[in-house]
Structure formats: structure tokens, C-alpha cells
């Protein structure tokens, strides 16, 4: 870890080859103030501009590489990023075979998944909500590497703090929608007490999605409360939590 790397950030413990490094950021670290404190790397939630450059300039002289920032729609697109990558492309996954530039995805609730293979040829970073996993966005990431001809039982994942099963409130319409794609699926909402609302484990539903599209290797988040972002509020960004008023961190993966 750089001397500069704030103590509280995440470093994956995943057994990743030499040459890939990858980091999931907290709030700690940065100088933005009142609900944004004090890391926040989100430029479109209110929060001073100069404070967030500053707060992702930082960042990436901890790291020593370039994060690219998307802008995230919850949608399913992923982006090729280079050395001429800017930050803003609209995509909520982003892959890379270059070194020197970081797939990086914000999130305040929603699940940040890194990916890479057993060669450390690529990486990948996806930002996953409830809609991106409904719809798909976890295949679209594995798929580049598929066009690599690598295996996916070659594939690691590593899932990053997110909204847990205590705090994910949902109505029918979501257990519904993940019903559609896998009956089974159903096994990952419980009844949250009131007619038509349910707690969704987003981390569970994750880990089918990624064992169903063949990879062995899922690392991380595994729905306990420590990766929660609701009730870890001195660690992390809650977008639900803080009722929209909250800043962003980030997951990034990367090739030395």
C-alpha cells in the first residue's frame, strides 16, 4: 500500500496475479465538508467542485495511475478505457487492458464489482444497482473477457461494500423483476413487513448472477452488516441512508 493510501481504504483480499492492484475508497481521506465528508469523489451531488477535485486528485496520487470516472446511468454499457480515456463516458461498467489507467465505479448503495483473470490481462469495474443487475450489466463486464478467449472459470470478482440485506427495502416490482430472469431468485428477498415490500440481498443476488455466468472465484462482500453502507455511516456513503444527500465513493481495478 502507497504511503499516501488512507489506512481506512479497502484493498481487496483476493488472489489476484502480480500486476493487477485494485482499492475501494471510503469516506476517509478528503476535504469535503458537512454530508460530503470527507472523500467524496462524486462531482453531481451537490457537493463544491473544487473540493472534489481536489478529493479525486488525491486519490489518484495514492494510487500512482489515472482513475476514470463514468457517468452512471444504471444501465448495462461498458466502455474500453485507454491512456486517451476521458472521465464522463456514459457507461456503468468499464474494462481495460492497458496499464496506467484505473476502471473505477462510484457508488453510495449500489454494488461496486471488480473483475480480472487468472493472467492479469484485463480488468474490469461494474456498477451494479438493483436495475444494472436486473438487466444485465455483470454479463456485459464478463463478456470481455470472453472475447479474449478466457475461460470464465478463470475469472475473479471481487464485490465491494453496498446497501445490505438488513436495509434494502423493495417493493414487488424488484423481486419480480429478478424472478423473471431466475425463479430461484426469489430466495434472496424475505418479507420486510409490510404488504408488498420485501429486504433484498443485493451481494446474494450478485454472487448467482456471477456463479450462473460460470466463474468459481467471487471474493468480498458476502451480505454480512460490516459491508453495509445504511449502518456503517462513519465508513461509508448511503444515498438511502442520508436521503439524497450524500457523496460517492469508488472501487477501482487496475494493471500495473
Not at 460530503?36 to 486528485?57: C, F, I, K, T, W
Not at 500512482?64 to 474500453?80: I, S, Y
Not at 446474494?204 to 454480512?224: C, K, P, T, W, Y
Request: with cysteine; net charge neutral.
Amino acid at each position: 500500500m502507497s504511503a499516501s493510501q488512507d489506512p481506512d481504504w479497502l484493498v481487496p483480499d483476493w488472489p489476484v496475479p502480480p500486476g493487477v492492484r485494485a482499492l475501494c475508497t471510503t469516506r476517509a481521506g478528503g476535504v469535503s465538508v458537512g454530508p460530503y465528508a470527507s472523500l467524496n469523489l462524486g462531482e453531481h451531488v451537490g457537493d463544491d467542485p473544487v473540493a472534489v477535485a481536489a478529493n479525486r486528485a488525491r486519490l489518484a496520487q495514492a494510487l500512482g495511475v489515472r482513475p476514470v470516472f463514468l457517468q452512471q446511468v444504471h444501465a448495462t454499457d461498458v466502455v474500453p478505457l485507454d491512456a486517451r480515456s476521458v472521465d464522463g463516458l456514459c457507461a456503468d461498467a468499464a474494462s481495460s487492458t492497458e496499464a496506467g489507467v484505473a476502471c473505477t465505479v462510484m457508488v453510495a448503495d449500489c454494488l461496486p464489482v471488480l473483475f480480472t483473470d487468472r493472467q492479469g490481462s484485463r480488468v474490469a469495474a461494474a456498477h451494479a444497482g438493483w436495475r444494472g443487475l436486473a438487466a444485465g450489466v455483470l454479463a456485459r463486464a464478463v463478456e470481455q473477457f470472453d472475447s479474449d478467449g478466457e475461460a470464465r472459470g478463470q475469472l475473479l470478482a471481487w464485490l465491494g461494500p453496498c446497501i445490505g440485506p438488513q436495509a434494502f427495502e423493495v417493493g414487488d416490482e424488484v423481486k419480480a423483476a429478478f424472478e423473471a430472469l431466475d425463479r430461484a431468485a426469489g430466495r434472496h428477498f424475505v418479507p420486510a413487513g409490510a404488504p408488498g415490500k420485501w429486504l433484498a440481498d443485493l451481494p446474494a443476488l450478485a454472487r448467482r448472477q456471477l456463479q450462473a455466468l460460470g466463474l468459481a472465484q467471487i471474493h468480498g462482500n458476502d451480505s454480512s452488516p460490516g459491508w453495509c453502507t445504511v449502518g456503517n455511516p462513519s465508513r461509508f456513503f448511503s444515498h438511502r441512508r442520508d436521503r439524497g444527500v450524500s457523496g460517492r465513493f469508488a472501487a477501482l481495478v487496475w494493471r500495473t
